[in-house]
């Protein structure tokens, strides 16, 4: 029934699918964290127009299914913009700005959880907001998100999978392209969850390690 | 070196500071104290602008707080602050808490921030504690260190707001004994406390507040020993 040696000629493939749920995870995170802090922050600021964009932004995204952002992206942007994006990064985009809006929660939970005798002692040293904030504030916020960010992390790994119904030739993509070929659906798909289950075990256990030399 | 005129403060509705006018001369160390909610934290942290002022004016060191032109950031650097609740920056070690304020807005070197932290660390006998981090440190360990890191930046006053309040019993004289050091050298204090033997002792003046005014402002000898008024009477008697 088990004929782990068949999936061995598809390696290459799900190597391929691989190399872009790598590709598409690190690069949107990426821009996803960068979304979040500038969005968390936005939720934290006493300027209106910045708290108020940054409140709609998440709300938007954390109401709508991920798969209906991929399809909107990819399928109805275009139409208004005119201007047709490849698969890859739509692909990033969406794990962009899904990951940003849930990140920019995470973000905004850490900052408010600071004393706020935190901000106040680094402002009557003569520090500016800025100032306090990088040197101050965001290092202690940031040993606090590290295991609420190892959670999202994960989760937008594996939302990876859905974007095959945008054609991104991405793991799941390849998986469900060989099954389907070569009725071997058992061996390809076991090994398809292998690969996630590893990708993500790692992360873990990165993140732990991280989170342990942090020594504060 | 600080004149205060007709100071109010108000969160929403509720008026705190009902009207504060004092002088605080160079070198000079003044003691406030009153009974609980009474605004004396409101009215010290009106000093360095923690609090935005409602009306009136806030003069330090020659400059107006209120004005638009006074760089705010630059008058905290003249003006040390230490806290009840120490607020040390808990992902720096000892020495780090104390040298970065000096490097990032005095923009001296790691060196000379180094040499200037551990001269402070020696002063308020925590040499030995300087690669530690605060959390390894007893609450009066933290209080001194609190102090030096406010030192570093060289001001030229100090608030305390109940410094020593956190403390257990057994801590509070090693930390009143630095203040007292720096009393000494002819630094300028407002120190808001609830350590009595302290203001007697080290006090050139002492404030009395209550609801919001300062209600007598005189010697500690005559505050402790006959003071003008009947409020200032019944609340030491509560405390002493
Ligand atoms: N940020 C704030 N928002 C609203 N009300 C405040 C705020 N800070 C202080 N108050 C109010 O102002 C009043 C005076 O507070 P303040 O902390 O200045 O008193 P205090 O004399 O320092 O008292 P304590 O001896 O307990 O420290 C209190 O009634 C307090 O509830
Ligand atoms: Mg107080």
């Known amino acids: 029934m088990f004929n782990f040696s068949r999936v061995i000629e598809f390696l290459p493939q799900l190597g391929t699918g691989l190399y872009y749920t790598l590709l598409i995870s690190v690069v949107g995170l990426l821009i996803g964290f960068i979304l979040g802090a500038i969005f968390g922050l936005g939720r934290i600021s006493k300027n209106k127009f910045y708290s108020i964009i940054s409140s709609v932004y998440v709300e938007v995204i954390r109401g709508t299914p991920v798969l209906v952002q991929a399809m909107w992206i990819f399928f109805a942007l275009p139409i208004i913009t005119k201007y047709n994006m490849d698969s890859i990064t739509a692909g990033i985009v969406v794990i962009a700005i899904n990951s940003g809006a849930y990140i920019a929660e995470i973000v905004r939970g850490a900052v408010d959880s600071i004393d706020k005798g935190q901000m106040e002692a680094g402002r009557s040293l003569g520090l500016n907001k800025h100032q306090t904030m990088r040197y101050i504030i965001w290092p202690q916020a940031f040993k606090r998100m590290i295991p609420p960010l190892g959670n999202q992390f994960i989760i937008s790994i594996k939302d990876t999978s859905l974007l095959s119904v945008i054609l991104v030739p991405e793991l799941m993509f390849q998986g469900r392209y060989i099954a389907s070929n070569h009725f071997i659906a058992l061996e390809i798909y076991t090994t398809v969850a292998i690969f996630y289950l590893v990708i993500n075990f790692s992360l873990s256990l990165l993140l732990r390690y991280t989170e342990r030399r942090l020594k504060y | ?240």
């Not at chain 2, 609740?85 to 807005?105: C, D, G, S």
Request: aromatic share 4%; net charge negative.
């Open chain 2, 1 to 240: 070196m600080i004149t205060v005129q007709d100071l109010h403060k108000s969160f929403g509705d509720n008026e705190v500071l009902k009207g504060i006018n004092c002088e605080v001369e160079e070198k000079e160390v003044v003691c406030v104290i009153g009974p609980s909610g009474s605004g004396k934290s409101t009215f010290l942290r009106c000093l360095n602008l923690l609090e935005d002022i409602t009306s009136g004016d806030v003069i330090v060191d020659g400059y107006n707080l209120k004005d638009r032109t006074t760089d705010i950031n630059m008058i905290r650097t003249e003006v040390g602050m230490v806290f009840q609740q120490f607020n040390l920056f808990p992902h720096k070690t000892v020495i780090e808490n104390v040298m970065l304020a000096p490097r990032k807005v005095r923009k001296i070197s790691v060196q000379e921030a180094r040499e200037r932290g551990e001269a402070l660390l020696e002063k308020v006998g925590l040499a030995e504690k300087a690669d530690q981090y605060p959390a390894q440190l007893s609450g009066g360990q933290q209080q001194r260190v609190a102090i030096a890191r406010a030192l570093a930046m060289e001001p030229k006053l100090m608030l305390f707001d109940e410094p020593t309040s956190a403390l257990d019993p057994e801590l509070v004289g090693e930390v009143l004994e630095v203040m007292k050091q720096l009393a000494k050298e002819g630094m300028t204090m407002v120190v808001v406390t609830h350590e009595m033997g302290f203001a007697r002792e080290v006090a050139d003046r002492v404030l009395f507040m209550d609801e919001g005014i300062i209600m007598e402002e005189n010697t500690p000898e005559v505050i402790f020993t006959n003071p003008n008024s009947e409020r200032t009477k019944n609340f030491l008697n509560k405390v002493l």
